[in-house]
């Protein structure tokens, strides 16, 4: 893949980059998107799983589905597009991870300055005292995920729909994207707000903003350049570009 000029510029001389990452992310990894054809919310209503008034009504289905999802990312292993991602860290002066996944694999390639906008799925709490757990430490009663500590319930560590994100990790991350020269954007449809406004925020404030997609999403054309492929390609190729330009 060639890449034009003036991203290749960018490349050289940007100091801060933010990658804003969506679960296209991971599809390379095995997860399953959201949307399109094979996605989660064609299979599954996201108000009868992702909300808390769900989770209320039936906490034992819920914790169920998440419990699935996390057989299945336990199973994963990062792709060449995390382990891109963690190698940026070497050749920026700051490099700044904001996702919207939940599943971990940045954490897991290396990469160690990340902004989870939608929680974390490994992690869970209780509603009452606000004890943390891993996902393999909750005690079941009657199917249920029941806190040791007081007896509330356990709750996973992800924002469901309708629930605000964590303030200050929000506030990092419109930060970071409002001082950045690169903004990448990796598979994501970008429909989702407020987690969607990050790129915007970098390109209001003169970022060169990139986005790499299978097809174009909704920040496609808003974007300096759009990069059409699979980020466990694309993302080595750039990481290559950036070795073979700067001058060590
Ligand atoms: P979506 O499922 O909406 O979008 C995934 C995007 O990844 C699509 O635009 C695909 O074209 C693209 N894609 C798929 N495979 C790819 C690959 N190998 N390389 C590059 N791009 C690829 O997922 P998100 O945008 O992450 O929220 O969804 C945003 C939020 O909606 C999620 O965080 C979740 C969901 O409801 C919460 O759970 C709060």
Redesign the pocket.
């Known amino acids: 893949m060639k890449f034009p000029k003036e991203f290749r510029q960018i490349l050289q001389n940007a100091e801060k980059v933010v990658v804003f990452t969506?679960?296209?992310m991971s599809?390379?990894s095995g997860i399953p998107?959201?949307?399109?054809e094979d996605?989660i919310?064609k299979k599954l209503r996201?108000e009868e799983l992702?909300n808390f008034n769900a989770f209320m009504k039936n906490p034992e289905l819920v914790f169920e589905w998440y419990q699935h999802r996390r057989n299945i990312i336990e199973k994963c292993e990062p792709n060449p597009g995390h382990y891109a991602i963690a190698e940026m860290e070497k050749h920026f002066k700051k490099v700044t991870i904001v996702t919207?996944?939940i599943d971990a694999l940045h954490h897991r390639a290396g990469s160690k300055n990340i902004l989870e906008l939608?929680g974390n799925i490994t992690r869970n709490y209780c509603l009452s005292c606000n004890t943390f757990y891993n996902s393999n430490e909750i005690k079941f009663i009657e199917r249920k995920p029941i806190c040791e500590n007081c007896g509330g319930l356990v709750r996973p560590d992800?924002?469901?729909?309708g629930e605000g994100l964590p303030q200050d990790i929000w506030n990092e991350a419109e930060q970071a994207a409002k001082f950045c020269d690169l903004c990448i954007i990796?598979?994501?449809?970008?429909?989702?707000y407020p987690?969607a406004y990050i790129p915007m925020y970098a390109k209001e404030a003169n970022a060169y903003v990139v986005d790499?997609?299978?097809?174009p999403?909704e920040l496609s054309s808003r974007c300096d350049l759009f990069l059409s492929g699979?980020?466990?390609e694309i993302l080595p190729l750039i990481v290559e570009e950036i070795k073979n330009m700067k001058d060590y």
């Open positions: 969506g679960a296209g599809a390379e998107t959201f949307r399109g996605g919310w996201p992702a919207q996944n939608h992800v924002v469901w729909f990796v598979g994501t449809s970008g429909v989702v987690a790499i997609n299978i097809s999403s699979k980020s466990g």
